[in-house]
């Protein structure tokens, strides 16, 4: 069945270090692809989407691009902030109206000043 | 912006005891959707809904039930609540038309089960 795959955390940064944590997913068709985030204490925020192949999206500095060749989606920035420690999830869309995600098991960003 | 209220942040149930758990969303979404969020298990999906009255099962369903009377509230309800379901409950609503809307969470019902 359709899965996605993350990798384990946690991921510690100094501040203004570069950023990659990896998503890989299967599924049959043509999903879409997401990112949330969830700060301490909250529920989870769409952090930004992709609809199809070589789509990028990007939010708040991240970016992930769409790779339908690796079937990944690997979220990324540049220079990552204290504010940015977070768990981050990896999902995709099940398809049809329903939106049913299916979704990773999300990795724990901590990043020390 | 989407709101969407779960009415307890923290519960302490005793074995047996029947459970409801409340989920208000102010922005006339149709769908609906409640998750469990474990550790190293990330979030499942235990039922969700599409319309008024209308309800599918979701992965993890075995224990729980859903009702939905009202577009606006949908409750999961632990029938005999069991310390295998301890864990943070997230509900969650959303459009169903553009395909791919954004799903808008709550804050989460952290339950435990002694």
């Known amino acids: 069945g359709d899965s996605v795959t993350q990798m384990e955390g946690p991921v510690t940064l100094s501040e203004e270090a570069f950023l990659t944590i990896n998503c890989t997913y299967t599924?049959?068709?043509?999903?879409?692809l997401f990112w949330y985030v969830q700060y301490p204490g909250e529920g989870l925020q769409l952090l930004l989407k992709?609809?199809?192949?070589?789509d990028k999206g990007s939010n708040k500095g991240f970016e992930a691009t769409y790779r339908k060749e690796t079937t990944s989606f690997h979220l990324e920035k540049g220079s990552v902030q204290v504010s940015d420690s977070a768990v981050y999830f990896c999902a995709l869309l099940y398809g049809g109206a329903t939106n049913k995600l299916i979704f990773g098991t999300g990795t724990l960003l901590a990043v020390q000043p | 912006d989407v709101k969407v209220t779960q009415s307890s942040r923290y519960l302490v149930k005793r074995t047996g005891e029947k459970v409801f758990l409340e989920c208000v969303q102010d922005m006339d979404h149709e769908n609906m959707f409640w998750y469990r969020q474990d550790p190293g298990l990330g979030l499942r999906l235990i039922y969700f809904?599409?319309?008024?009255?209308?309800?599918e099962k979701g992965d993890i369903p075995e224990g729980y039930s859903v009702s939905r009377e009202k577009k606006e509230r949908f409750s999961l309800i632990l029938e005999s609540a069991s310390t295998n379901q301890t864990s943070m409950y997230l509900c969650a609503s959303s459009l169903s038309r553009p395909n791919a809307s954004p799903l808008h969470f709550g804050n989460g019902t952290r339950l435990t089960v002694t």
């Open positions: 809904s599409y319309d008024v009255k209308m309800k």
């Open positions: 992709a609809t199809k192949a070589d």
């Open positions: 599924a049959t068709g043509y999903p879409s």
